[in-house]
């Protein structure tokens, strides 16, 4: 069956479908993934971190955060104008959206989210559509991103409530969800996934996909991320994630959400080309990709333009242009809440 839309999975169902041997997994998903989306076509992103370092949070994983020592070196809000000039080079590489990343807990409504909303605003008036990641936000705050034409806000669960609070201690899971709740309070699209590679066990990346599956309507986008190890974070040492693992997660949540896209983002790096192929195929619809090597901080890079351009070439891939599900805000009836 591939156009079921359902928000009951079972742990157990989630299972069953996770752990069908690999090539009849990937054959279940490539056809959902067909059902429900151009499998000719990929949208690309580009992340721009507009304010990098000094987080006060302590996310076991991430670069970013004060507690541990990077080497992330700390930079303030970016000016328009610069964000504005990286928007145009990404707009000629045949980007369709940017996302404005900050190194934030939360939202506060000061001058820095007034220079975030002439930023939206900016890179809207380009043509592009634009997705906001700044931590925690307010349904007011949330409004204010949609009315300065805002796409999409970023918020991942990244694992299970469970796993998730052993590796965060400075802000909870409902905390999470609570933020997810705001965004769908909007017509803002929802952009939420997750990592792996933190240590957690397959009941908790299936748990995260049972989290994302009960959001009404599913978040459109749905970033799996493989975790980028950092020297200097709690999680530097931790095993890699063998490939097939993440064919597995990309491919599950193809069949759980159909019409979502399915973002192969950080640590797509260190697949080759075959191995993206293969996510491809598996339903992941969806990348980051940068001028230079990196993305989000210079802890987390991601593959270039260049690269990517003669990837797509080669598997017969085209960018999809901006706005082909139309705007957010001409919605006519308001998104219903999670549920
Ligand atoms: N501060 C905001 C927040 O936490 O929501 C926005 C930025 S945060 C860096 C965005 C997401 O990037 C995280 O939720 C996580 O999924 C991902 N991320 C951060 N560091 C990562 C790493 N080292 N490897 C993989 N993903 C990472
Ligand atoms: Fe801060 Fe976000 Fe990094 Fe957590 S993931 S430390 S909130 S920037």
């Not at 992103?45 to 987080?55: D, F, H, M, N, V």
């Not at 610069?82 to 807990?105: D, F, M, Q, T, Y």
């Not at 070439?313 to 549920?339: S, W």
Request: aromatic share 6%; net charge negative.
């Amino acid at each position: 069956m591939t156009d079921t839309i359902r928000h009951d999975w079972t742990l157990e169902e989630l299972r069953a479908v996770h752990d069908l041997p690999l090539l009849e997994l990937v054959f279940r998903a490539a056809t959902v993934h067909r059902a429900h989306h151009d499998p000719s076509e990929m949208q690309v992103s580009k992340l721009i971190s507009i304010k990098t370092g000094a987080c006060p949070e302590d996310c076991s994983y991430c670069a970013q955060s004060s507690r541990y020592s990077t080497g992330v070196a700390p930079e303030r809000l970016m000016e328009t104008g610069r964000v504005v000039e990286i928007a145009e080079r990404a707009k000629a590489a045949g980007v369709s959206r940017v996302c404005l990343g900050a190194a934030w807990r939360e939202v506060k409504d000061n001058a820095q989210f007034d220079r975030v909303l002439e930023m939206v605003r900016s890179v809207t008036d380009m043509g592009l559509e634009v997705c906001c990641t700044l931590g925690m936000l307010d349904e007011h705050q949330a409004k204010r991103l949609e009315e300065a034409g805002l796409y999409a806000y970023n918020h991942n669960v990244d694992s299970s409530a469970e796993f998730y609070e052993t590796i965060i201690t400075t802000r909870t899971y409902a905390d999470r969800l609570r933020t997810l709740e705001n965004v769908r309070k909007t017509n803002l699209t929802m952009c939420s996934g997750g990592i792996i590679g933190l240590g957690e066990s397959v009941d908790d990346r299936l748990k995260m996909v049972q989290t994302l599956s009960q959001v009404r309507p599913h978040p459109e986008s749905v970033p799996i991320n493989i975790l980028s190890k950092v020297e200097g974070t709690p999680m530097a040492g931790n095993e890699d994630v063998p490939v097939w693992e993440v064919i597995r997660m990309i491919a599950t949540a193809r069949i759980v959400m159909p019409k979502s896209d399915v973002r192969l983002t950080a640590g797509r790096v260190k697949l080759d080309a075959t191995a993206q192929a293969l996510c491809f195929l598996a339903g992941a619809n969806s990348i980051f990709s940068s001028e230079t090597e990196f993305m989000l901080t210079k802890a987390v890079p991601s593959p270039s333009y260049d690269k990517d351009r003669e990837l797509l070439e080669i598997l017969g891939l085209k960018m999809r242009g901006p706005f082909k599900n139309g705007r957010p805000q001409d919605a006519a009836v308001p998104a219903t809440a999670l549920g």
